[in-house]
């Protein structure tokens, strides 16, 4: 059995099979409380103030809800979405831990290594990042109190600056493609912020950079600009 063998018959069926029941025990406790609270003590909310919330909330991340798992999979993986959609914060933080792991590594992502090693560089960065939680629970909020506010607003900063420097990573090993998929992703936050499209345009801008991006690259593929 070659390795394609062993990563599509045992490996991937073994991630299904315990991804699948573990995010179904973590949606289980994440509604644990509200349960709790409404069979236990027979505290319930009417529904309109339920429905209010729900509408509330849709509006603003009902889009994502189907756009992110679609947008990161061919980065991540199957493993690597299991664990990153338990854990969080990924488009901040294990999207950027997964490529910069695949760069280290060399491998593509998309392709069975690249996957692999996405999963790795996400469960290395869950850890990491609980045990920074907890010690920014404990002393954190103390040290940025005492920190001069330019510092505090450079912060914000950070996120931006840590996309760039991943886009540049990957620009140089595709130097026709990376400049027209940048004035691509320009052109759709510009259109977004020019109010001529829906609220709802800006959820789907980077399913849409993504798709363009990729529909870009098999063009150039096949007129043969890109190997």
Same mark, same amino acid.
């Given at each position: 059995?070659?390795?394609?063998? /062993?990563?599509?018959?045992?490996? /991937?069926?073994?991630?299904? *099979? ?12 994440? &509604? ?7 069979? %236990?003590?027979? +505290? %319930? ?5 339920? $429905?209010?919330? &729900? ?22 993986? %199957? ?14 933080? *294990? ?30 960065? /869950? ?5 920074? @939680? ?22 914000? &900063?950070?996120?931006?600056? +840590? ?13 026709? @493609?990376?400049?027209?998929? +940048? ?6 936050? @510009? +259109? ?8 709802? &345009? ?6 849409? $950079? ?5 529909? @870009? ?11």
């Amino acid at each position: 059995m070659n390795a394609n063998e /062993i990563y599509n018959q045992q490996y /991937i069926p073994f991630i299904v *099979r315990w991804g699948r029941r573990i995010n179904w025990t973590a949606m289980a406790l994440c &509604f644990s409380p509200a349960l709790v609270l409404a069979f %236990v003590f027979d +505290l %319930v909310p009417p529904v309109s103030a339920l $429905a209010t919330a &729900f509408v509330a909330i849709a509006s603003v991340v009902g889009v994502p809800w189907f756009v992110e798992p679609v947008s990161y999979f061919p980065i991540i993986g %199957v493993a690597g979405t299991y664990m990153a959609f338990i854990a969080g914060n990924i488009g901040n933080l *294990r999207i950027p831990c997964a490529m910069v792991a695949q760069k280290v590594a060399g491998v593509e992502p998309g392709t069975n290594e690249g996957s692999i090693i996405a999963t790795l560089g996400i469960a290395v960065s /869950i850890v990491v990042n609980t045990l920074i @939680l907890t010690a920014g629970v404990i002393a954190g909020a103390a040290v940025l109190q005492r920190l001069p506010q330019e510092v505090t607003a450079a912060l914000q &900063f950070l996120l931006p600056a +840590l996309f760039g420097a991943i886009f540049a990573q990957f620009a140089a090993q595709r130097l026709k @493609l990376s400049p027209l998929v +940048l004035i691509i992703c320009i052109a759709l936050v @510009l +259109l977004g912020k020019s109010g001529l499209m829906p609220r709802w &345009f800006g959820s789907i801008s980077t399913l849409l $950079a993504v798709a363009l991006s990729i529909g @870009l690259a098999v063009v150039m593929y096949k007129k043969g600009v890109l190997k």
